[in-house]
């Protein structure tokens, strides 16, 4: 016997609250941070407006969507210079160094034999570490960068983060939760695909003390790297366009 | 039965997990969960006018719906015109929460301590109960 059932004469509140408490533990679980969306939530652990402000404003589908026309029009694009050159062998030539400067600059697609880094955040502190950005668990920007860095030094001929290929202008910073790769959204896992002589690549990837051992050194199954025999890298979409610099005319 | 709303509540969250709907992530779970905090406040609200013998449905159910989503919509409004709504609304319904919860704690002694004393007047032979003029 319940002490309250002594006042049991109205007891016809108890059946409408019910019925709210079950609306309300379901929004709760809805709410709840958990392993999935513990990342994109931490960033607002400390209610700071400017980032949850910040978070509505990238549109990925319309983005993706645009994306995908400009490799379309890349296509077309190559598929007439291509059939402009059949005609002389002048032009020939002078297709062949545009395509030698496109691919140089990431802007065809490009394929061989290269390595796969993938850089995931830490399990370990599943739950735990909430509100707690600027600890070593997660990948950051930098540690992109670092290792884009230290591909490019050790010879790779193409990189892409993400699917996205790194340019002479690529750009990599970190926005809440995510890092903008030439001012995309990606997040964890990351996937750094580069190619160039295989064993060069591993061995720089691999270097003691080097980039990939600081994470290591927080939980090894953060990176792993593998040798890939043949990919394929998709060329650099973004825009191409120069409104400040200008190639200066030579004068006769 | 008056640990009923408790059940309930748990019975929604294990619902929610059940059917493996996907937690809310990013601003949107923030929002939701501050909309959460105004559902608490209204909960506990109706438990206690319950236990007040003031409850009125129409008042309860109105209460917590329209809580709910100007919680929601005053977070996600203050976000749009740069104000940080977010926070007045977390620490109104924060404090109407505790305040509701202390005079439920208070209602409940009340209840008991009627309770005691009526146990005494109906058996007042009971061992356990000594009479008031021994000491």
Redesign the interface.
């Known amino acids: 016997m319940s002490i309250f059932n002594a006042r049991s004469e109205s007891q016809s509140w108890v059946w409408p609250v019910s019925l709210m408490s079950l609306i309300l533990g379901f929004m709760c679980a809805l709410a709840w941070v958990t392993q999935e969306n513990r990342k994109s939530r931490r960033p607002f652990a400390n209610q700071q407006q400017t980032t949850r402000i910040n978070e509505g404003q990238v549109d990925i589908d319309a983005f993706d969507q645009l994306q995908a026309r400009v490799q379309e029009l890349l296509k077309k694009n190559d598929a007439l210079e291509k059939s402009l050159s059949g005609s002389s062998s002048q032009a020939k030539t002078l297709n062949e160094s545009l395509q030698e400067v496109k691919s140089f600059s990431g802007l065809t697609e490009l394929e061989g034999p290269g390595i796969v880094i993938f850089l995931k955040d830490s399990g370990r502190t599943a739950g735990s570490g909430f509100g707690n950005a600027e600890t070593g668990d997660i990948i950051h920007d930098t540690d992109v960068l670092r290792v884009v860095n230290e591909l490019q030094a050790s010879g790779a001929e193409a990189i892409a983060v993400n699917e996205h290929r790194i340019t002479g202008r690529a750009s990599f910073r970190c926005v809440g939760p995510t890092i903008l790769v030439n001012d995309i959204k990606i997040s964890s896992p990351i996937e750094i695909r580069a190619i160039g002589d295989p064993k060069t690549l591993l061995g720089a990837m691999n270097l003691p003390g080097g980039i990939l051992a600081d994470i290591r050194q927080t939980d090894p199954s953060m990176v792993e790297i593998n040798e890939v025999k043949k990919m394929t890298l998709k060329p650099y979409t973004g825009s191409t366009s120069a409104r400040f610099g200008k190639v200066p005319v030579v004068k006769k | 039965?008056?640990f009923?709303?408790?059940?309930?509540?748990?019975?929604?969250?294990?619902?929610?997990?059940a059917i493996r709907?996907?937690?809310?992530?990013?601003?949107g779970?923030?929002y939701?969960?501050v909309?959460?905090l105004a559902?608490?406040d209204?909960?506990c609200g109706?438990?206690r006018?319950?236990?007040e013998?003031k409850?009125r449905?129409d008042v309860?159910?109105t209460g917590?719906v329209s809580n709910?989503l100007i919680a929601f919509f005053l977070a996600w409004l203050?976000?749009r015109i740069?104000i940080?709504l977010?926070?007045a609304v977390?620490i109104v319904f924060g404090t109407r929460t505790f305040q509701n919860l202390a005079l439920i704690r208070r209602q409940?002694l009340t209840?008991?301590n009627?309770?005691q004393t009526?146990k005494q007047r109906n058996n007042p032979a009971a061992p356990a109960a000594p009479s008031d003029g021994n000491s």
């Open positions: 039965m008056i009923l709303p408790v059940i309930a509540l748990i019975i929604g969250a294990a619902i929610a997990i709907l996907e937690p809310v992530g990013g601003a779970g923030q939701l969960a909309a959460c559902g608490i209204s909960v109706g438990f006018a319950g236990l013998g409850f449905n309860f159910i917590f709910i203050g976000d740069y940080d977010f926070l977390a409940a209840m008991f009627d309770y009526r």
